[in-house]
């Protein structure tokens, strides 16, 4: 399916070119989306890879994953049904989505790598998505989002009075959208066109796959100094996060968003920080090298960041094709007329359909509604709504699944595309229920 969605996006691009003439704006902008790839998102990107994989290697030493993971097993085998339930994929699994939650996703996205790096482990087929390859991907392009913070910033930054209203409405937008995406995943994964082959069984992983993903040594009884030194550390921060929230708090009257939006806003700054502190002392605590692990685990970022190079230089360039050819408008007017019998609101058309395509697009795009409306209109909390929503599917597909290099999709798009649409439609009535 990529396949066809990327050669679509070019040649329709192109084509359209051809009957706008704007073939001098297709021109610079895929000479930028080549570079952006690089220089924007890959090299900074391979420097999130290094720091977080090398957390990780601490964590995985330390037996913290492997604990994480044992802890919420019933939820994880149910979703995951074919990845073995000690599988550190399960714990990586766990830290991506809870990074995403809370908005941090410098360290969400090396953490997802390493999840589908190890989930390909499992794969018997070298470049094909696997159904638990396709389950986390829709659950990352559809992930329950807390901290909006970008949306939040942009209503702010134009004088919103309430830029955390639509933390509520975000919630119920995601809760959705994940919902729908889970249930859509599934779904598909079941037609026949879709189907995962058992030729060969559902996964035929190497037993030396499996050993060598996981630690190579229980880990050592914790040091006598360890519980005192990390409840020193939790007592710290948990000081530091009651201190952000009362202050964060200060002056609102029992408005359940506001005080949702206080905790988050205090949580959030605290995440990494805490676990860059937290987890190397764990595992010096279990008297492990936790220097000479940490470079061992960092060794492959950089190599992670460029493999992906090509597969979001292919993406992005089509994308700004398909974009400054005139194509995404056309596509905006044919959808206004079907919008507007469902009393959609056909000014979001851009947002919708940029959102999936481009991070820095849909932004430029909530920006620009948000100037045009006001940062209070209605129009301009669905639109922030609908961003913090969802994801840059198209994005998430491209890192993600070129990191493993997996071509073969099967239906992880479809699901993703549904998520994003139920998202934006639960965005426009959460925010009618909410500040009409």
Request: hydrophobic share 50%.
């Amino acid at each position: 399916m990529l396949n066809y969605i990327w050669l679509g996006l070019l040649v329709g691009g192109i084509l359209v070119g051809a009957f706008t003439g704007q073939f001098d704006a297709i021109n610079q902008g895929v000479l930028n989306a080549a570079k952006s790839a690089v220089i924007d998102v890959a090299l900074p990107l391979s420097g999130a890879m290094t720091l977080w994989l090398g957390i990780m290697r601490l964590a995985e030493k330390a037996g913290l994953v492997q604990l994480l993971a044992r802890f919420i097993r019933p939820l994880l085998s149910r979703l995951f049904a074919d990845v073995p339930p000690e599988h550190p994929a399960m714990g990586s699994i766990v830290m991506n989505i809870a990074a995403n939650m809370l908005g941090v996703s410098n360290a969400a996205t090396p953490l997802g790598l390493r999840a589908m790096a190890q989930l390909n482990q499992l794969s018997s087929k070298p470049g094909v998505a696997t159904n638990a390859m396709c389950t986390f991907l829709a659950i990352n392009t559809s992930s329950i989002q807390l901290v909006p913070a970008t949306a939040i910033n942009i209503l702010a930054i134009n004088g919103s009075r309430n830029p955390t209203g639509i933390v509520g409405s975000t919630l119920i937008a995601t809760c959705f959208a994940t919902a729908t995406a889970l249930f859509t995943v599934k779904l598909l994964e079941q037609w026949r066109c879709f189907r995962w082959e058992r030729q060969t069984g559902l996964y035929s992983t190497p037993i030396c796959a499996i050993e060598n993903s996981v630690p190579d040594q229980a880990p050592h009884s914790m040091a006598n100094w360890g519980p005192w030194a990390l409840s020193a550390v939790g007592a710290t921060f948990i000081i530091l996060f009651l201190t952000r929230a009362i202050s964060s708090a200060s002056g609102l009257h029992s408005v359940p968003t506001h005080w949702v939006a206080s905790f988050f806003n205090a949580l959030s700054p605290l995440t990494i920080p805490f676990l860059l502190s937290f987890i190397p002392l764990y595992a010096a605590a279990r008297k492990i090298a936790v220097y000479q692990e940490f470079i061992e685990g960092a060794k492959e970022g950089f190599a992670i960041a460029v493999r992906i190079i090509p597969y979001l230089v292919g993406m992005l360039v089509a994308i700004a094709v398909f974009r400054d050819s005139g194509a995404l408008g056309i596509v905006k007017e044919m959808f206004r007329p079907v919008l507007e019998i469902v009393h959609f609101p056909p000014d979001l058309i851009p947002m919708i359909l940029m959102r999936p395509l481009s991070g820095s697009g849909s932004t430029a795009v909530l920006a620009d509604l948000v100037k045009r409306f006001g940062p209070d209109n209605m129009l301009s909390y669905m639109a922030a709504t609908i961003y913090g929503s969802a994801e840059t599917t198209f994005y998430v597909v491209a890192v993600y699944f070129g990191s493993v290099g997996v071509t073969k999709t099967r239906h992880a798009i479809p699901a993703g595309i549904c998520a994003d649409l139920v998202g934006a439609m639960a965005s426009v009535l959460a925010c009618r229920l909410l500040f009409s």
